[in-house]
């Protein structure tokens, strides 16, 4: 074999690869979502006692049968995305920008960010049943503590959580003008296939971008009120859309844009471009 046809089998070899891995990591995105979704609505029609964020995911998915094989699948996935993304990193994203540091540095931080999930996810698989299922408003209140006992943590929080707004808000717009077309094998979808990905598409990216626009606005609060335990993690974050003057029936529509995008999700494991 000649070093360039070695060159072309590697290179498929590692395009197969990171499909792989994307896929199984949209897919494992897709299982927390949907799985978040479910119990936030138990939320909103009265189940208080359900914890809907990754933590009470994970605890729901190890009750069911086959739970344990469950959880080692959905870190394994989660490992995948990670890989997915550091490979964007290293090597560049798909897409005419797709080399340029506006997109590798944001996978650089997926990569972190999804690095964590996934050892949190495997780790709580293994045994270790504090690891994954905290509660994520006690490890904001936390973070946010620490944060703040640094010279000028009060302005580094005030910072990120105006920074998670400010995502937050980008992350529906997008969704609502549907920038994931750039990202999708449309030709591939038949008319029903692409409705479902719009409708998904649109309402969950919508509701993920309200619940990260909301988390920033209790960490600018925190921040100004010099208070950690103003900062909310997912699921206080959730529920205080039941406070709102809709009450629960707000919380019941991003519930259910949570379990929407879930399945966008399933639907970018199948037809995105990677």
């Known amino acids: 074999m000649t070093h360039t046809n070695r060159g072309r089998v590697r290179q498929a070899a590692n395009g197969s690869a990171r499909e792989w891995a994307a896929r199984a990591g949209l897919t494992a995105r897709g299982v927390i979502y949907l799985l978040v979704g479910v119990l936030a609505l138990q939320v909103a029609f009265g189940d208080g006692g359900k ?5 009470g995911a994970l605890a729901a998915l190890a009750d069911k049968p086959l739970g344990a094989a469950m959880l080692w699948a959905l870190g394994l996935g989660l490992v995948g995305m990670a890989l997915w993304r550091l490979s964007e990193a290293l090597f560049g994203a798909v897409g005419k920008d797709g080399h340029k540091a506006k997109k590798r540095l944001p996978a650089a931080a997926r990569f972190v960010f999804y690095a964590f999930v996934a050892y949190s996810v495997l780790s709580f698989a293994a045994g ?9 408003d006690k490890q904001s209140r936390d973070v946010s503590a620490r944060v703040m006992d640094a010279p000028a943590g009060q302005w580094l929080v005030g910072l990120v959580g105006a920074g ?17 077309h750039k990202k999708l094998k449309l030709t591939e979808l038949s008319h029903r296939a692409r409705q479902l990905v719009d409708v998904t598409g649109v309402g969950g990216g919508t509701a993920r971008g309200a619940v990260f626009a909301a ?3 209790f960490a600018v609060k925190a921040a100004i009120e010099f208070d950690p335990k103003e900062a909310k993690g997912l699921d206080d974050t959730l529920r205080s859309f039941a406070g709102t003057p809709l009450g629960p029936w707000l919380l019941v529509v991003i519930a259910a844009g949570l379990a929407l995008f879930g399945v966008f999700s399933f639907a970018l494991a199948r037809w995105r471009r990677v």
């Open 128 to 136: 270790d049943k504090g690891s994954g299922s905290g509660s994520s």
């Open 164 to 180: 998670i707004v400010v995502a937050g808000v980008v992350i529906a717009v997008q969704a609502i003008r549907r920038n994931y």
């Open 215 to 217: 988390a920033g606005v």
């Open 51 to 55: 914890q809907a964020d990754r933590g």
